[in-house]
């Protein structure tokens, strides 16, 4: 969708009250008026327990619908509110991308002995010693669907591995041992094979399971009438299941089925790989780029800004980039906490909604706040999310030419009125540039709309004009209506 924005709605604090799918439901109309084109929701399956944020995985086919785990409804509400929401929010021409979590599975419904070989968490394919028994909760029965939409059952040998022996009531990474048992190959190569992340490793190698959860993925796509998916922990993940799995929703879905994949990599030169091994199948996540926004929050002037893009998916993979400032898992209190500070959130906001290039994410904690407190930044992003809508179109000329202040041009188009923007940032003192937005904007008058800066600017007959942006600032120039 052109200059369309996605937005994760959630953070990791909510509450476990069930209101999430109805909030979602009522806030539709809103989120289509300020910009959203696409809403990310979390795992909207049973966990293994209520509270869990749904990436502890228990029962994909339990959309909040059976009693199972104590419970009903998800920490988000029931299969009924899901589906209410969904259809609320593509009323408001708005897609749904649902949250999947296909690496592991967790709360097993009972404990099942067999032969394992402890491995060095530092050096996954070191054994730490000769096989042994272990006991673990690797069997999976779903007694409260009762074999509804699937009647697969999980054993231990549909996983490669576990992380707790319930026998010896000790943590470890226990490889399970079998014919043709072994960590998958085409995953991230951190701590020599990062193939198990946590509870039971789902063994992707394994034919039973590749058909089971292609059957789940077709099921749960058309069930819920999704428009795309978040996978999760892919690099966790044999990268060819990744590939079929798409393959094998779209032969259902169509081609245009969204996928983004969260990548959790800093290094541009993994992500190409990646890329290149799924074919270009789905859009990943730009870490990189999240990781530039959080160093240049951090330094302050000391960071030059020149290279904000640099060594970036938007930079190298324009059409495969989602762009994003911070996410749960990025924000204050997670695993892999980078969050970008406050001072500099509205300069990023700015970056990645402004920029011809990538899929700007939108995070919940960011619009709406976190732990319940409101955010200081809603209203900057409306009005970053006006500009994208009313202006950011036309080709970019760059203006990336000084340490600590930078920004570009959009040309506008001929297809919206008085299109057209220039975005400045800067980490350091107030600056300006003279910037040419070509002859036929001569004499056009200027003015600045974020609200950091009352004066006005008249181009002169080349169509040049002295933007100016405050210290520690952005600025965003349209054309006065």
Same mark, same amino acid.
């Given at each position: 969708?052109?200059?369309?924005?996605?937005m994760?709605?959630?953070?990791?604090?909510?509450?476990?009250?069930?209101?999430? +799918?109805?909030?979602?439901?009522?806030?539709?109309s /809103?989120?289509?008026?300020i910009g959203?084109?696409?809403?990310?929701?979390?795992?909207?399956?049973?966990?293994?327990?209520?509270?869990?944020?749904?990436?502890?995985?228990?029962?994909?086919?339990?959309?909040?619908?059976?009693?199972?785990?104590?419970?009903?409804?998800?920490?988000?509400?029931?299969?009924?509110?899901?589906?209410?929401?969904?259809?609320?929010l593509?009323?408001?021409?708005?897609?749904?991308?649902?949250?999947?979590?296909?690496?592991?599975?967790?709360?097993?419904?009972?404990?099942?002995?067999?032969?394992?070989?402890?491995?060095?968490?530092?050096?996954?394919?070191?054994?730490?010693?000769?096989?042994?028994?272990?006991?673990?909760?690797?069997g999976?029965?779903?007694?409260?669907?009762?074999?509804?939409?699937?009647?697969?059952?999980? /054993?231990?040998y549909?996983?490669?591995?576990?992380?707790?022996?319930?026998?010896?009531?000790?943590?470890?990474?226990?490889?399970?041992?079998?014919?043709?048992?072994?960590?998958?190959?085409?995953?991230?190569?951190?701590?020599?094979?990062?193939?198990?992340?946590?509870?039971?490793?789902?063994?992707?190698?394994h034919?039973?399971?590749?058909?089971?959860?292609?059957?789940?993925?077709?099921?749960?796509?058309?069930?819920?009438?999704?428009?795309?998916?978040?996978?999760?922990?892919?690099?966790?993940?044999?990268?060819?299941?990744?590939?079929?799995?798409?393959?094998?929703?779209?032969?259902?879905?169509?081609?245009?089925?969204?996928a983004?994949?969260e990548?959790?990599?800093?290094?541009?030169?993994?992500?190409?790989?990646?890329?290149?091994?799924?074919?270009?199948?789905?859009n990943?996540?730009?870490?990189?780029?999240?990781?530039?926004?959080?160093?240049?929050?951090?330094?302050?002037?000391?960071?030059?800004?020149?290279?904000i893009?640099?060594?970036?998916?938007?930079?190298?993979?324009?059409?495969?980039?989602?762009?994003?400032?911070?996410?749960?898992?990025?924000? /204050?209190?997670?695993?892999?906490?980078?969050?970008?500070?406050?001072?500099?959130?509205?300069?990023?906001?700015?970056?990645?909604?402004?920029?011809?290039?990538?899929?700007?994410?939108?995070?919940?904690?960011?619009?709406?706040?976190?732990?319940?407190?409101?955010?200081?930044?809603?209203?900057?992003?409306?009005?970053?999310?006006?500009?994208?809508?009313?202006?950011?179109?036309?080709?970019?000329?760059?203006?990336?030419? /000084?340490?600590?202040?930078?920004?570009?041009?959009?040309?506008?188009?001929?297809?919206?009125?008085?299109?057209?923007?220039?975005?400045?940032?800067?980490?350091?003192?107030?600056?300006?540039?003279?910037?040419?937005?070509?002859?036929?904007?001569?004499?056009e008058?200027?003015?600045?709309?974020?609200?950091?800066?009352?004066?006005?600017?008249t181009?002169?007959?080349?169509?040049?004009?002295?933007?100016?942006?405050?210290?520690?600032?952005?600025?965003? +120039?349209?054309?006065?209506?």
């Amino acid at each position: 969708m052109e200059n369309g924005v996605m937005m994760q709605y959630f953070e990791w604090n909510l509450p476990n009250d069930g209101k999430l +799918w109805k909030q979602l439901r009522e806030d539709a109309s /809103h989120l289509h008026e300020i910009g959203v084109t696409a809403i990310w929701i979390p795992p909207a399956y049973k966990a293994d327990e209520q509270q869990d944020e749904g990436y502890a995985t228990y029962d994909l086919y339990d959309l909040g619908e059976f009693e199972q785990k104590g419970t009903v409804r998800t920490k988000y509400g029931t299969k009924d509110e899901l589906k209410e929401m969904i259809d609320e929010l593509h009323n408001n021409k708005i897609a749904v991308y649902l949250d999947v979590v296909l690496n592991h599975k967790a709360g097993g419904d009972f404990t099942e002995k067999f032969m394992v070989v402890e491995v060095d968490p530092d050096q996954r394919n070191k054994a730490l010693g000769k096989p042994y028994e272990i006991q673990g909760w690797t069997g999976y029965s779903f007694h409260g669907r009762k074999d509804k939409y699937s009647d697969f059952k999980w /054993h231990y040998y549909h996983f490669s591995g576990t992380g707790f022996d319930d026998a010896r009531k000790r943590s470890g990474i226990f490889q399970i041992q079998g014919e043709g048992k072994a960590w998958s190959d085409g995953v991230d190569g951190e701590n020599g094979n990062y193939d198990f992340l946590l509870c039971n490793d789902i063994d992707l190698d394994h034919p039973e399971v590749v058909a089971e959860l292609n059957r789940w993925g077709k099921w749960v796509s058309n069930e819920l009438d999704l428009d795309g998916m978040r996978l999760d922990a892919i690099k966790h993940m044999k990268d060819q299941f990744v590939a079929q799995f798409l393959d094998t929703v779209r032969s259902e879905r169509g081609d245009d089925f969204y996928a983004v994949g969260e990548y959790w990599n800093g290094d541009l030169e993994r992500l190409d790989n990646y890329l290149e091994a799924v074919g270009h199948k789905v859009n990943l996540f730009d870490v990189p780029l999240h990781y530039n926004m959080f160093q240049a929050s951090q330094e302050g002037k000391d960071y030059d800004l020149r290279n904000i893009l640099k060594n970036t998916l938007v930079e190298h993979h324009c059409e495969l980039a989602v762009t994003f400032v911070d996410n749960h898992d990025s924000q /204050h209190g997670s695993s892999l906490e980078s969050q970008v500070e406050a001072w500099f959130k509205p300069l990023a906001y700015g970056l990645i909604f402004l920029l011809k290039d990538g899929y700007p994410c939108l995070f919940y904690g960011d619009y709406y706040g976190v732990k319940g407190e409101k955010s200081p930044h809603t209203k900057i992003i409306d009005i970053l999310l006006n500009a994208r809508k009313k202006y950011a179109y036309g080709d970019q000329v760059d203006y990336f030419d /000084h340490p600590s202040t930078v920004g570009f041009i959009r040309t506008g188009d001929g297809e919206h009125v008085n299109s057209g923007l220039v975005f400045l940032i800067s980490n350091d003192e107030a600056g300006s540039k003279t910037m040419c937005l070509g002859k036929e904007h001569a004499g056009e008058v200027w003015c600045e709309i974020t609200g950091s800066i009352p004066d006005e600017v008249t181009l002169d007959k080349e169509g040049n004009g002295e933007f100016s942006v405050d210290a520690r600032n952005l600025a965003v +120039w349209v054309k006065k209506a």
